[in-house]
């Protein structure tokens, strides 16, 4: 009788580290777009790590693939995931902070596993933006322009995790006297889209306000032109 309970035991510690060591497959599909232009983004580096908690409540982590999106902004991996509790996964988008604005994604997200893992990533490029101010209706020293730029979130982007708007935004900036800045006076590195210029001028003879808008391409430069 008690030979039968050893081997009833013994079989379902047997069941228990099978299950428990028994893997899941487990796929990440990434989807890569710009979010101005629609069009692929190549080369963005994906990593995935595994975390296992050990036996000191601490957690030890390593990479098991590194990748890049393909010529169709796209990137697949499958795996056999870890069953046991112990172990988490996630993935991580790696982008050049100085080529790519993060619009709509996680860069950082948890892996479901034994599940398709689909993920839509939205980026925009940088582009530059030059500065001019002329003052073609001087009236002394007392003249005063005031003008700041924002790039501001669409109402039909209510899903996107950086609000434009309180993310890029330039202070108000002060000029005074008879401004004549022309010409290259320096590239601003900011991300792509349709920026809104606010302005206004205080002189002796009374005061003026404007609003404009700013195009900033892919990629590109543009010069914005104030005369007032």
Partial sequence: MKRNILIFLASL???????????????????????????????????I????????????SETIFEGTTDANGE???????????????VYLVQASPTKYFPVEFLQVDNINKGAKNEYNI?????????????????????????YRYYLK?????????YNYSEFWTQDSI??????????NLGYTSVPAGTYTVEWNVTRNSGYTEGTDQIVVPDGD????????
């Fill in 13 to 47: 510690l047997i069941i228990s580290c099978k299950k428990e060591n028994s893997n899941y497959w487990t796929e990440v599909n990434v989807t890569a777009t710009n979010f101005n232009t629609g069009q692929p983004l190549t080369d963005l580096g994906i990593v």
């Fill in 49 to 60: 790590t595994e975390t296992k908690q050990n036996q000191f409540n601490t957690s030890d």
């Fill in 75 to 89: 990137f697949q991996f499958g795996w056999k995931a870890k069953r046991s509790d112990k172990y988490s996964y």
């Fill in 122 to 146: 939205k980026m925009v490029e940088y582009g530059l933006l030059n500065m001019n101010f002329q003052n073609i209706n001087c009236e002394g020293a007392e003249d005063e322009l005031h």
């Fill in 153 to 161: 979130k669409s109402p039909a982007d209510v899903n996107h995790l």
């Fill in 174 to 183: 002060t000029l005074d006297s008879c401004v004549n800045l022309t010409g």
């Fill in 221 to 228: 430069s543009v010069t914005y032109v104030l005369q007032y």
